[in-house]
Each structure stands twice: as structure tokens, then as C-alpha cells.
């Protein structure tokens, strides 16, 4: 049995960066992973170069059952200070769109750099292991032949399971009376049937939208799928999404009130898909829809009123989404009223910690996640 002073169960972002942050403070970390390389939603996020953080973090961009508890760590460890991380190994970046910090080259860089940050503290890794069972007596938490005083739990949850990602986390906190709110699937595309199965014939096509979902709404790209619906603004707005709820698209978020009603007088003979500012697949399913195919100079005033409020306020239901499997991450996890919002550790198991995506804390798209991460990691890896 060897003996450390933390060990680090998953060798994702959280976990190789709360690894780093002890094993740099002095203390003797092991790290342990089931895959038998670290990083793996690290190198395939970002198409390839990770989105490793989002200028405009701040603790309203993230869902949690208790939307207070992301604040301390994120005040304390900001998107500059990563950046500052990245820099000094030189990795090229830049800002792609809406403060979302990319990679000029690779995600494999991140991920160097945090197994590097690892080897400067001296941290053990161990890939290809099962954590197996864990036990707790005497003070210590022991697991693959190892023990230590501290567990950090940094497995994620079950989204993108081809990568190995499973609910670990959950079933480990439950075994130390931990609660955790009910996983689903998030940053996800949505399924459609029924009245909407129609638009799955426009599968490729894209247009800008505002989607809307409750109370959040995104101004970003939707796409339509053999499936449903996906592309950034959807993938937002099913974070929010509920079984049985609809989700409501502005096709034209720009267009003034009224503006059908001006092109009528200004294009007579011009039918409503040819002056729809949208791909012309899009504008022609949608005219089918809206059963208006004569020359706008032939409808009544009140008809395409009627059709400007449609397609300023589009309802689709969908049916499900495509899940686990093609979710970017997890909504739900580790109840956050278990744990210290300053150190992450358990109130009632001192030395059991909960990071990352394991926790009951998801981020919007574009770099939220991995803010998350390090600032989770970071907070855990201070106080170990």
C-alpha cells in the first residue's frame, strides 16, 4: 500500500489541473484515471482545439440547483489567469466569437501543458486503472493499492460515453451519502416528431436565430438535422429544455414590426419565400407552412401579420433529445449543498472533494465548462 497526501481520481481538466495545483504546493499526489491516456474530451473539444475559456465568465452563465455556489471559485481563479498559464507555455490563441478563447493550433497543447504543470509538482500518474472500490477508515480513503487522507472525485459525468465517460462520480458520492441532482443530458441537440418532422427534411441548413427556451434565449446559429434541431443555439437553449416544454425560434431577429407589411407595398408580386431573408429551403418550407404561396399583393394585411408573429415566434416540441451520447456535458451531479463552495470538499466526509463536471455546476457553450474546471480545480487543490 503506498501512501500520498491527495489522491485524484480522472485525468480530465479538472483533475490534472487540482493534481498540478496540490503536487506544486508540496504535497504528494497521485492521479488515476481508467483511460489509458489524460485528456480525452480535452482533445476533442473545440473541434480539435479546445475552448479552453470564456472572457465573459461570470456565475449567471452557469445552471446549478444553487446558482451562488459557482461564485466563490470563479471570482478567485478568472479567465486571464489561465490565459496567463497558457502564454507562458507559449500557446498561440484567439478569440473566436462571443469572448470564446480557442487554441491556434491544438488541444493536444492544453493538455501537454497540464501533464507538464502535473510533472513540475511531482504528481504520479497512473493511466489504464480502475479505482475499484473505496474504502474509508482510519482517517484515510483507500483505493488501488494506494491511500491518502484526501479523495478528490474529478471522473465528470456520463456525456460522450465512447470516450469512456461513465456515472462514476454519482454512484462513489451516494456511497458516502452525498446526494446528487438528477443527471440529464446538456448542450445537446433535440430531437423532433410529429408537425415538426417536416423540418428534419432541411437537414444542413442553418440560419442566425434568437431561440428561446423559459426564461433564456441565444442569438446564434441554429442548424437542422436529419434528427431535429442542433447547432449553437439550440445546444444553449436544451440545457434549459424540459421534457414536454417547447422551444420557441425568432427566424428573424432583426426585422422590424410591421416589415411585411412594407414589402408588400414594396414587392407586389413577389411571393413570401422570396423576400424571407433566410436560406431558400428554410423560407420556402416555412411559406408551405404558413400556407401563403400567392403574391404578397394578394394577401390581406392581417394574414401577413399574422405570418410576421409566426415567424418571429416559431414553436417546436420536441420529443427528446439524442442524449448521453452526443451531449458536451452533463447537466446535474453532486449536490452542491454537500459541499463548500471555498474548497469543494464534503461538509459531513472531511477529505472527500467533488470537482468539475462531477458537480451540480453546467456552463453555457464556449468555454464556460472549462472555466469551471480549472476554477473548481484550483479552489480543491488550494485547500488539500
Given at each position: 500500500?503506498?501512501?500520498?497526501?491527495?489522491?485524484?481520481?480522472?485525468?480530465?481538466?479538472?483533475?490534472?489541473?487540482?493534481?498540478?495545483?496540490?503536487?506544486?504546493?508540496?504535497?504528494?499526489?497521485?492521479?488515476?484515471?481508467?483511460?489509458?491516456?489524460?485528456?480525452?474530451?480535452?482533445?476533442?473539444?473545440?473541434?480539435?482545439?479546445?475552448?479552453?475559456?470564456?472572457?465573459?465568465?461570470?456565475?449567471?452563465?452557469?445552471?446549478?440547483?444553487?446558482?451562488?455556489?459557482?461564485?466563490?471559485?470563479?471570482?478567485?481563479?478568472?479567465?486571464?489567469?489561465?490565459?496567463?498559464?497558457?502564454?507562458?507555455?507559449?500557446?498561440?490563441?484567439?478569440?473566436?466569437?462571443?469572448?470564446?478563447?480557442?487554441?491556434?493550433?491544438?488541444?493536444?497543447?492544453?493538455?501537454?501543458?497540464?501533464?507538464?504543470?502535473?510533472?513540475?509538482?511531482?504528481?504520479?500518474?497512473?493511466?489504464?486503472?480502475?479505482?475499484?472500490?473505496?474504502?474509508?477508515?482510519d482517517g484515510h480513503f483507500h483505493l488501488a493499492g494506494a491511500s491518502a487522507p484526501a479523495l478528490v472525485i474529478a471522473t465528470g459525468g456520463p456525456s460522450i460515453p465512447k470516450l469512456g465517460a461513465t456515472?462514476?462520480?454519482?454512484?462513489?458520492?451516494?456511497?458516502?451519502?452525498?446526494?446528487?441532482?438528477?443527471?440529464?443530458?446538456?448542450?445537446?441537440?433535440?430531437?423532433?416528431?410529429?408537425?415538426?418532422?417536416?423540418?428534419?427534411?432541411?437537414?444542413?441548413?442553418?440560419?442566425?436565430?434568437?431561440?428561446?427556451?423559459?426564461?433564456?434565449?441565444?442569438?446564434?446559429?441554429?442548424?437542422?438535422?436529419?434528427?431535429?434541431?442542433?447547432?449553437?443555439?439550440?445546444?444553449?437553449?436544451?440545457?434549459?429544455?424540459?421534457?414536454?416544454?417547447?422551444?420557441?425560434?425568432?427566424?428573424?431577429?432583426?426585422?422590424?414590426?410591421?416589415?411585411?407589411?412594407?414589402?408588400?407595398?414594396?414587392?407586389?408580386?413577389?411571393?413570401?419565400?422570396?423576400?424571407?431573408?433566410?436560406?431558400?429551403?428554410?423560407?420556402?418550407?416555412?411559406?408551405?407552412?404558413?400556407?401563403?404561396?400567392?403574391?404578397?399583393?394578394?394577401?390581406?394585411?392581417?394574414?401577413?401579420?399574422?405570418?410576421?408573429?409566426?415567424?418571429?415566434?416559431?414553436?417546436?416540441?420536441?420529443?427528446?433529445?439524442?442524449?448521453?451520447?452526443?451531449?458536451?456535458?452533463?447537466?446535474?451531479?453532486?449536490?452542491?449543498?454537500?459541499?463548500?463552495?471555498?474548497?469543494?470538499?464534503?461538509?459531513?466526509?472531511?477529505?472527500?472533494?467533488?470537482?468539475?463536471?462531477?458537480?451540480?455546476?453546467?456552463?453555457?457553450?464556449?468555454?464556460?465548462?472549462?472555466?469551471?474546471?480549472?476554477?473548481?480545480?484550483?479552489?480543491?487543490?488550494?485547500?488539500?
Open positions: 500500500m503506498s501512501h500520498y497526501d491527495a489522491i485524484v481520481l480522472g485525468a480530465g481538466a479538472a483533475g490534472l489541473f487540482c493534481a498540478a495545483t496540490a503536487g506544486q504546493r508540496g504535497k504528494r499526489v497521485l492521479l488515476i484515471d481508467h483511460n489509458d491516456e489524460p485528456g480525452r474530451k480535452i482533445l476533442i473539444s473545440g473541434g480539435g482545439r479546445c475552448n479552453f475559456t470564456n472572457l465573459h465568465t461570470a456565475p449567471d452563465r452557469y445552471l446549478s440547483a444553487n446558482p451562488h455556489f459557482a461564485k466563490s471559485a470563479l471570482s478567485r481563479y478568472t479567465p486571464r489567469d489561465f490565459v496567463e498559464l497558457v502564454e507562458a507555455y507559449g500557446v498561440a490563441w484567439h478569440e473566436k466569437t462571443l469572448g470564446q478563447l480557442f487554441c491556434d493550433g491544438s488541444a493536444r497543447q492544453i493538455v501537454a501543458m497540464l501533464v507538464e504543470e502535473c510533472a513540475k509538482g511531482g504528481v504520479e500518474l497512473r493511466y489504464g486503472v480502475a479505482a475499484g472500490e473505496v474504502e474509508h477508515r456515472s462514476y462520480a454519482y454512484d462513489l458520492a451516494r456511497r458516502f451519502g452525498l446526494k446528487v441532482v438528477q443527471p440529464r443530458p446538456a448542450l445537446v441537440p433535440l430531437t423532433l416528431a410529429g408537425e415538426d418532422v417536416l423540418f428534419r427534411e432541411l437537414s444542413g441548413v442553418s440560419a442566425e436565430v434568437v431561440a428561446k427556451c423559459g426564461k433564456a434565449a441565444f442569438r446564434e446559429a441554429a442548424l437542422f438535422t436529419h434528427r431535429g434541431l442542433s447547432g449553437p443555439a439550440i445546444l444553449q437553449v436544451s440545457s434549459y429544455w424540459q421534457r414536454g416544454e417547447e422551444v420557441r425560434i425568432d427566424f428573424l431577429p432583426d426585422a422590424p414590426r410591421g416589415w411585411l407589411i412594407d414589402a408588400k407595398r414594396a414587392q407586389p408580386r413577389a411571393s413570401l419565400r422570396r423576400v424571407l431573408p433566410l436560406p431558400e429551403r428554410l423560407s420556402t418550407t416555412l411559406a408551405e407552412r404558413l400556407d401563403l404561396a400567392a403574391e404578397l399583393g394578394n394577401l390581406p394585411d392581417k394574414a401577413l401579420r399574422s405570418a410576421e408573429e409566426r415567424l418571429h415566434d416559431w414553436r417546436f416540441h420536441p420529443n427528446g433529445s439524442e442524449g448521453f451520447a452526443k451531449a458536451e456535458v452533463t447537466a446535474g451531479g453532486i449536490d452542491t449543498a454537500g459541499l463548500s463552495s471555498r474548497t469543494m470538499e464534503a461538509a459531513k466526509v472531511p477529505g472527500l472533494y467533488a470537482i468539475g463536471e462531477a458537480v451540480d455546476v453546467t456552463g453555457w457553450l464556449g468555454g464556460y465548462n472549462f472555466q469551471w474546471a480549472w476554477a473548481s480545480a484550483r479552489a480543491a487543490g488550494e485547500a488539500l
